[in-house]
């Protein structure tokens, strides 16, 4: 066997066409952007003459500062309100039977398989001041003005919350469908009632799971950008729209560069931080 | 208690496709709520409408190519790395490839952006190609490298000991045998870059606007009824897509 693979030398060539493609069109633009974003900006372009750390400093302007924090409040709210809502679905779906278990999952991640223009739509529809919700609440009485459920925060989180449940949901199936049910007749058995059980067996065998979901989904929100874009707009502007902003329209690049490296940084940290927990799962880990 | 909350979510996640595709059959400009009457009408102005059928067709045209690239260029890659020598940084190389699921959208598009204009190839159809391709690859990896992995490499030995040279083994074993996961990731990678959002809006300049780039333009300043009945065949389209790739078993990679 070993023999055998050692004369096979010849494949490895294979690799090359698209090695090349990946070094040429995808880590030579990503490092482009990162050098752009070491010189200054003038009207008539990137000055490549000099060097500056001074995009980097920019960042801490405090417009920008608060955006940043702004993204990762919103961030954060999603993530709990999905880590709040996956956890009752999880524990309710591992309880069916498996043909259920499947459909009832498709259901889930049907909005995942939608266009994200489509869905950011569909929610437009339902939220704005002319919307479904807005309707049936000044129909009924309960209203006299439209209530602001989008062009703003609300929107946003409400959008992003539908776009990102499944991530949050699948490591909790997975992992609330792995658990041996002797551990909690054992529980129950030695006198826990339903909600010992619950804290002190199942919510920690699942907590790298939940946790993971976790993080997974806040990279995600805080990447997000055409649901903030349509949802939320130049009204509650988050890292990714005002990058475009800077990038498209004032045509900064050395600036959005900057911009797109702080965005990196900010989400590769929490995905480090989530194969971190994965890898200390004593558990086969779950791969994305 | 589960069950509410379980049945709310429902409701939740399907809530603003079912609203798209209830809007689309109104037969008024303005989406009246008692939902009365049904009208096709939004249907044929969509098709009526150049701007959105121009957009479907560069759609169509930018995933085919840039999936085929994709398939190609993966599966001599899943190849190499699955039956090549075990060199050091081979997991680079594999890292590399699937890196473009964890770096955000918006900063590759950024850097695709700065780099198209530096090379002068802004707004051409070149440009999102080589983007596409390189969003899709690690869907196009994954999924051939678990068809590959069941395919017995006695096979191909038997084969070389027959006399065949490798070229002949890759295309008369290896392809054959895993059309079926080739077929997937050819599907998948086109569902994809079909709804590929994004990076698509950084770079790409007025005379290439994907469709769902010209949709979100498109909402941007207005809303009415023909977005909703364009919108509805996305959503057919992408179901009948999942349905297809489901069958071909190239779903279950993703859950995993």
Not at chain 1, 103 to 113: E, F, H, K, N, T
Not at chain 2, 174 to 203: K, Y
Not at chain 2, 206 to 230: E, F, M, S, W
């Amino acid at each position: 066997m070993n023999d055998a693979q050692s004369r096979r030398v010849g494949p490895l060539v294979l690799l090359l066409p698209l090695l090349a493609l990946m070094l040429a069109f995808y880590l030579w633009p990503l490092l482009q952007t990162v050098i752009n974003s070491f010189h200054p900006f003038e009207l008539s372009g990137i000055d490549f003459s000099r060097w500056t750390f001074d995009n980097y400093a920019r960042l801490f302007d405090p417009y920008y500062a608060s955006v940043f924090l702004r993204t990762a409040r919103i961030s954060l709210i999603i993530t709990l309100i999905t880590c709040a809502l996956a956890y009752p679905v999880a524990l309710y779906i591992v309880g069916l039977r498996s043909r259920l278990q499947a459909i009832i999952l498709l259901v889930y991640m049907a909005p995942w398989l939608v266009n994200v223009v489509v869905k950011a739509f569909g929610w437009s529809l339902i939220l704005s001041g002319n919307g479904v919700i807005n309707r049936s609440l000044r129909g009924l009485g309960v209203i006299d003005a439209p209530l602001q459920l989008m062009f703003n925060e609300t929107g946003i989180i409400i959008g992003l919350v539908h776009g990102h449940f499944v991530f949050a949901l699948l490591p909790l199936w997975a992992a609330l469908g792995e658990l041996d049910p002797r551990l909690k007749w054992a529980a129950a058995n030695l006198g826990a009632s339903r909600a010992q059980v619950f804290l002190k067996v199942v919510l920690p065998l699942t907590l790298p799971a939940l946790l993971a979901g976790a993080f997974i989904n806040f990279t995600m929100n805080m990447a997000a950008f055409a649901t903030p874009a349509l949802l939320g707009g130049s009204r509650a502007r988050v890292i990714s729209f005002v990058a475009y902003e800077v990038n498209l329209v004032e045509l900064n690049w050395p600036f959005g560069g900057a911009l797109a490296m702080a965005l990196l940084v900010l989400t590769l940290v929490p995905i480090w931080l989530s194969l971190r927990i994965a890898s200390g799962r004593k558990t086969a880990p779950v791969e994305a | 208690m589960l069950l509410i909350v379980n049945i709310a979510m429902l409701i939740f996640m399907l809530a603003p496709l079912l609203v798209v595709v209830w809007m689309s059959t109104t037969p008024t400009q303005l989406f009246i709520l008692p939902f009365t009457d049904f009208s096709l009408r939004w249907y044929s102005a969509a098709f009526a409408h150049p701007g959105f059928l121009e957009a479907f067709w560069l759609s169509v045209r930018l995933a085919f190519v840039s999936s085929l690239i994709s398939v190609v260029l993966s599966l001599l890659a899943s190849y190499a790395l699955l039956r090549g020598r075990r060199v050091r940084g081979l997991e680079l190389a594999d890292g590399l490839f699937m890196s473009p699921l964890i770096v955000p959208a918006v900063v590759f598009g950024i850097a695709m952006l700065q780099f198209i204009n530096l090379i002068g190839l802004y707004n051409t159809f070149a440009s999102l190609v080589l983007a596409h391709v390189i969003i899709v690859t690690p869907f196009s990896i994954r999924t051939l490298q678990s068809s590959l992995r069941a395919l017995p490499v006695e096979l191909e030995w038997a084969a070389e000991n027959l006399g065949a040279s490798r070229l002949t083994v890759l295309l008369r074993i290896v392809l054959p045998v895993c059309a079926r996961g080739i077929m997937a990731a050819f599907l998948l990678a086109f569902l994809i870059s079909f709804s590929e959002v994004t990076v698509t809006i950084f770079i790409t300049g007025p005379g290439y606007q994907t469709l769902p780039v010209r949709i979100y333009n498109y909402l941007t300043d207005q809303v009415d009824p023909t977005v909703a009945a364009i919108s509805t065949m996305l959503i057919v389209l992408s179901i009948v897509l999942a349905l297809l790739l489901d069958r071909l078993g190239g779903l279950v990679n993703l859950k995993k």
